[in-house]
């Protein structure tokens, strides 16, 4: 053996491949620097495809380096996705782009956001596929696409609020550009005899309708005033 567990060799196999210590109970499984993978539950040496079984029967397990004790779970569970999609024969679950934008994540501000996000809709899926196989063989394909994409559509909006209360900054609507400063305006023309200057209401207290129409007047002393400007420009 090119490596040991404990101080010996690694045990010999005596066991079913995919044996458990009991319900609901973690398997260890052990890997060697050979790359051999042992089940301590089953006392027996198993593939990644034994671990893949596994898996679908729902059986819980870890995987430690035996020489560094490190928990290497995650990166056995990727070597087994990697062999189902290389022998996936056109039915590959990881589609180019869906690969692509993954990879993207990586680095990204959104990077701690996103496996939380998967793993709430891939459960979400699985508590729905029953449903999804009923409406598939009632309605065919089109009317279960339907009831699939409506829940991908609902677990985006689920997600969208989740990340409003994460990052409520990162959701709030731009703020309006300042106005811009407002060009100088023209002095008015001097008020004829008798009339208030613009801007103040005539002695002994004018109306409503005598100020809407000083201020009417006003505007269009400043838009004459604006329209010289043009065109002596």
Request: hydrophobic share 35%; no cysteine; aromatic share 8%.
């Amino acid at each position: 053996m090119a490596d040991t567990e404990g101080a010996g060799d690694a045990p010999g196999a005596t066991g079913g491949a995919t044996g458990g210590r009991g319900t609901g109970e973690r398997v260890v499984i052990k890997k060697y620097a050979n790359r051999r993978l042992y089940n301590t539950a089953s006392s027996s040496y198993v593939t990644l495809e034994h671990l893949a079984e596994m898996v679908k029967q729902g059986v819980d397990f870890v995987v430690y380096d035996a020489k560094t004790n490190e928990d290497i779970t995650r990166t056995v569970l990727t070597q087994i996705i990697f062999e189902e999609e290389e022998k996936s024969q056109g039915q590959s679950l990881l589609p180019i782009q869906f690969l692509r934008q993954l990879i993207s994540f990586y680095g990204n501000s959104m990077q701690a956001f996103l496996p939380s996000y998967l793993e709430m809709s891939l459960a979400s899926f699985t508590q729905q596929q029953e449903r999804l196989r009923q409406q598939l063989s009632t309605f065919g394909q089109a009317g279960g696409m339907a009831a699939y994409e409506e829940q991908i559509r609902q677990n985006l909006q689920l997600f969208d609020r989740a990340m409003k209360m994460f990052s409520p900054f990162a959701y709030a609507p731009p703020a309006k550009p300042e106005d811009p400063p407002a060009p100088p305006r023209a002095e008015a023309p001097p008020p004829s005899p008798g009339t208030a200057p613009p801007g103040t209401a005539p002695a002994g207290g004018a109306s409503a309708a005598d100020e809407a129409l000083l201020a009417l007047r006003k505007q269009m002393a400043d838009m004459q005033a604006q329209l010289d400007k043009l065109s002596k420009g």
